[in-house]
């Protein structure tokens, strides 16, 4: 079992691959807030997080006072959806990204070529949204950037090929080119997950790097892949063969809590999600995640949410914004472990 898949099932991603980008040293880029991204490909509700495939060259990218470099063949992640400074050089222009995304993501402008007639760095450009509350433990783990060079590992080379082959046929419009794409952005996010994970070291916490603890990680998989089992103590330590009170202290070293209690915040986010999204009663959505009444749940989710169920669904259907402004209701609790 493989927590981060699990989870990554749940949230529902979206994406597509949206500009393929020729620059020339020396070039300097400023791209804004994902959130200007999902005025025009997700709902308010949603988080998109924006990343850009490294095909040739280097460079730089900056959020706020960090800055790392790149090289070909890494992709670089903006997983908090801040605006970010790509560039290689001394460079007198910025160029102001944000006027260009309505036609780029009209597909009415493919790519372009930018800069001087210096070192050239060609790159592709992505998106990908999730419901921002589900896939909060993820980003909670992860830094303001993240880098990683998927040449180095023989799948990452395979994703390069093929979405190299996949922007090629969007280019001529291909049948179906779309479609190939946004399943690419997805495959995008979760090979980044999956080789940052890799490479954590010794010592983090956090929800990636719970899953990337074994006893730990199959917890959390057993439990994002049945939530609504009637989960015990014993029944959890058995599954990962550990004593209970080892497992407490370990899955709460990593996650902040003990894995009753995260698999209490999953469920009602879980049901969340569902009284957003779907029509489903309030009772089949209690059952669904596991509570064996209504009463209880109802219960359950006000303290979380601090209003009942069927309010909150009027709420999130009438302002999908409101549903996740800070103070309405706490994101699943997990240890932040940024670097």
């Not at 930018?114 to 896939?135: S, V």
């Not at 997950?193 to 959390?220: E, Q, T």
């Not at 209690?261 to 999204?277: G, S, V």
Request: net charge neutral; with cysteine.
């Amino acid at each position: 079992m493989d927590a981060l898949s699990e989870l990554l099932r749940a949230v529902k991603l979206s994406g597509a691959m949206f500009y393929n980008a020729a620059c020339g040293a020396p070039w300097s880029l400023r791209s804004p807030p994902s959130k200007k991204l999902s005025e025009y490909v997700a709902s308010p509700s949603n988080h998109v997080i924006e990343f850009h495939l490294i095909a040739e060259g280097k460079g730089y990218v900056r959020v706020q006072d960090e800055t790392l470099p790149f090289n070909a063949g890494d992709i670089v992640m903006i997983p908090h959806g801040d605006a970010h400074l790509m560039g290689n050089g001394v460079c007198s222009t910025t160029i102001d990204g944000e006027p260009m995304l309505p036609a780029l993501l009209r597909r009415e402008v493919l790519s372009s070529r930018i800069g001087g007639n210096g070192e050239e760095t060609h790159f592709m450009c992505g998106f990908l949204a999730g419901d921002a509350r589900l896939i909060q433990p993820v980003l909670a783990s992860l830094p303001r950037i993240v880098v990683v060079d998927i040449r180095s590992d023989p799948s990452g080379a395979w994703l390069e090929n093929m979405i190299r082959h996949a922007v090629d046929q969007a280019s001529t419009a291909a049948p179906g080119s779309d479609v190939v794409l946004a399943r690419l952005a997805e495959v995008v996010f979760a090979e980044v997950l999956r080789l940052y994970l890799l490479r954590l070291p010794p010592g983090r916490s956090g929800w990636l790097a719970g899953a990337a603890d074994p006893p730990v990680g199959r917890a959390l998989a057993a439990l994002h892949q049945r939530p609504s089992h009637q989960w015990t103590l014993d029944d959890l330590a058995k599954e990962v063969g550990m004593s209970r009170s080892a497992l407490t202290e370990r899955f709460s070293r990593y996650l902040g809590v003990g894995p009753i209690a995260y698999l209490t915040e999953w469920r009602l986010e879980l049901a969340a999600d569902a009284l957003r999204t779907t029509n489903r009663s309030v009772l089949q959505i209690a059952e669904e995640v596991g509570y064996e009444s209504e009463a209880a749940f109802n219960r359950a989710f006000k303290r979380r949410f601090a209003e009942p169920p069927g309010r909150y669904r009027r709420s999130a259907k009438g302002s999908p914004v409101e549903a996740s402004q800070p103070g309405k209701s706490k994101p699943l609790t997990t240890v932040a472990s940024r670097s």
